[in-house]
C-alpha cells in the first residue's frame, strides 16, 4: 500500500503459485510504491524459483527500514551495475536461518536468529532462506557504511546494547514516519546511520546528540519489561544499556520526563489498570509492594497526585460491582 509520498511499501507474494514469477511481482511493486530512484539489487531466484516473501519496507531518505518473511527465498545477487544500487545491507534475524555464499567460496556465512550480519552488496552472492524466516532488514547508504566493513561479512548477537538501541530506533522511526516532517526524516535516518556504525564499531558515543532519542527509548522499552523489579533502577538501565548514568540522563533530557519520572508513571499506569479489574482485585497494601512503592502511603500520594483520587476512590468510581480495592 502506498502512502506518506511513497515512503512506505508493502507486498506478499507467499503464496505458492506466487514463487514461479514472485520476484517480478515484487520488483514491480517495489519500483510502482517506492520510485525507481531507490532500484532493488539485481536478483535471480534459485532453480526452485523460490521467492515467496512478505515484506514491509519504510523509506528513511536514502535509507530503508524493512520487516521481512520467507516462505521459500533463494538465489544469487548479481552485483552493483550503478551508484543507485551501491548499499550496505543489514539482516538481523529474529527467527529461522539465513545462509550466505560468495563464489569465489570465501565468507560461507549461516546466520541463525539471535546474530546479525552486515555486507556490502556489491560482490555477488548466493543465499537460502530458511522457510518461516523473520528478519528486520536495514538498506544503507554505501558510502557511510562501507568504509567500516570493506568487502567483509560482519557477523555478531542481536542482544547488545547499541543493537537493541539502533532497533527501537528503527520501530520508532517505522510507528512514526508518516507524521514526521522532511527535516524529521533527516535527524531519524542521521540517527540510523550512527547507530548502525555503533553496531559496526561496538561501541557507543555517548556524547552523540542524535542518538539521545534512541537511547532514551530503548531505556524505556527495558523499564517497561521490567517495571515489577525491584532492582529497576537508572543505575541498572544504565549498566544493561553499556552506558554511564550522566548519559541515562542526558537522553532522557531530550523527553518530558526523568528516568524515575518515567517508571513511577509507568507503574501508577499498571496499578490503575489493576483497581478497575473484574475479579482478583488487590488491595492498596498489594499493589503497593507489586509495584515497588515503599509503603501503601507513599502509593496512595503518588496515586492521588498522578490522578486526582485516592486508589480507593478510584476504584469505587471506575471499576466493575465488586469488592472495592480499599484494604491497606
Known sequence: MNGGQGRTFFADVTAPNAARHGFDTFRRGWEAQVGEGFPLPVFTPGADGGFRVSARASKVDDA??????SEAFSGHTGGVRDH???RVLMHVLRRGRWHFARPDDHGHLTVPAGQFIVRHNGPPARFEVLPRTRAKVLILPASLIRPLIGDRQVVGPADSATMRMLMAHAHMVDKTLHDLTPAGVEAARDALIELAKGVLKQEFDGTEPRLATALAQAAKDLADRRLADPHLSPTMLAGELNVSVRTLYRAFATTEESVTGYVRRRRLEQARLALTAAVGRPSISELAAHWQFADS????????KQYGRTPADYARSNGPTGPSATGS
Open 297 to 304: 502511603s507513599h502509593f496512595i500520594r503518588a496515586f492521588k
Open 64 to 69: 530503508v527500514i524493512a520487516d521481512l518473511y
Open 84 to 86: 543507485f544500487q551501491d
